[in-house]
């Protein structure tokens, strides 16, 4: 069993990682602060050294904020010292920490399905027929650092700015769903969505949003370009806080020239596949290395690994595999038809892990077929 302190996402996670493919760990969801469980889940809001009196056999620490802002929370140092695992968004190199944005959160966690990235793209595809009615749209509820009204004026001088929310309100409310921010946003070509403060790997679910609403985020944040490893710098309007910093209004006027340029002519920003190549393994990665260290630290085992000798054996075992598990294909002919690639943990496909030490790629050149489904359907 385990306590939560934080939403849904972290049941879905749980229930699904464990009883799924453990059936004999049962999950039953503890909220409040129990004395004693097996696993608690805390977060920033509100002392976390409580944490202290509770009895559970792995702590895991999880904040989706910038801890900048919150001066009651204690820094990571001390945080690794009281938790077994800590999830944030900052790039720290210790055995006890990982990189877990909040934007991974924004979406059901589903580990037999497809990407979240690609739930993302099909949503943006839908939502990018949409008839745009105006230019460009903002919902937010307050603006600590002028940033965003900043946004906000540098857009409406160019064209009109709905504004739902309590920041700028100038059109009816909206409900608070993601699906009520989706519909509305999906009738303007620009979403203006910059962070609430500024931290290097600080960046939140705004960006994708706007990319799932079927916009062009205008983005300020992270320090610099947010997650450069997954999306196109060419898919969105950055708004470099350096740059403004040194040299505002010739920022200012490219901006500008940005957004209009982006109105009149969409096929140069106005694109479908906004993310990098393989990138969606990349963000599956950060779900198995959750999930590894909590295996890890319970000590169970539940990695198989399975060798075949053709694409036909891969199939013939697939009703046996796990996720966690690890397969590889030795036809004979690693060199030109498959690449057993060291040292790599990125792949996973239809609740598979290929990984760990060991990642198997159709042809590192073209990953059409691995793409399409065709290589492991």
Not at 325 to 337: F, W
Request: hydrophobic share 35%.
């Amino acid at each position: 069993m385990w306590a939560s302190s934080r939403g849904y996402w972290f049941d879905r996670f749980f229930k699904r990682s464990f009883e799924l493919y453990n059936p004999s760990i049962t999950i039953e969801i503890l909220n409040g602060e129990p004395v004693e469980c097996d696993i608690l889940l805390s977060s920033l809001f509100g002392d976390v050294h409580r944490v202290k009196n509770v009895k559970a056999r792995c702590k895991i620490f999880y904040t989706g904020e910038n801890l900048d802002r919150f001066r009651r929370c204690p820094e990571y140092s001390e945080l690794l010292e009281m938790f077994d695992i800590v999830l944030g968004f900052d790039y720290i190199d210790h055995p006890k920490y990982i990189r877990f944005p909040i934007w991974l959160l924004s979406d059901p966690f589903m580990p037999t399905e497809e990407s979240i990235l690609d739930r993302m793209i099909e949503e943006r595809k839908r939502n990018m027929k949409v008839h745009k009615e105006c230019l460009a749209s903002f919902i937010a509820r307050a603006d600590e650092n002028g940033m965003r009204r900043f946004m906000y004026d540098i857009t409406s001088r160019i064209g009109e700015v709905r504004c739902p929310s309590t920041f700028m309100t100038n059109c009816p409310a909206i409900g608070d769903q993601l699906e009520d921010k989706m519909s509305f946003c999906s009738k303007t070509l620009i979403n203006i969505c910059p962070e609430n403060s500024l931290r290097k790997g600080y960046v939140t679910e705004k960006i994708f949003d706007a990319f799932r609403s079927g916009c062009i985020p205008f983005y300020w944040g992270n320090g610099e370009h947010p997650e450069s490893d997954i999306i196109k710098k060419s898919s969105y309007i950055y708004l470099d806080h350096a740059v403004l910093m040194s040299d505002p209004e010739s920022h200012i006027r490219s901006i500008q020239k940005k957004i209009i340029d982006t109105a009149m002519d969409l096929k140069d920003m106005y694109i479908e596949d906004v993310f990098i190549e393989d990138s969606k393994y990349i963000v599956d990665h950060y779900y198995w290395r959750f999930y590894k260290s909590i295996v890890d630290h319970f000590g169970i085992n539940n990695q198989d690994y399975h060798i075949v000798e053709s694409m036909d054996g891969y199939r013939n075992i697939m009703g046996d595999i796990r996720w966690g598990d690890i397969v590889i294909i030795n036809n004979g002919n690693t060199r030109t038809d498959y690449d057993i690639v060291e040292n790599v943990n990125k792949i996973w496909r239809g609740g598979i892990i290929m990984g760990d030490k060991t990642v198997i790629r159709k042809n590192r050149y073209n990953m059409d077929a691995f793409e399409k489904g065709t290589l492991f359907p």
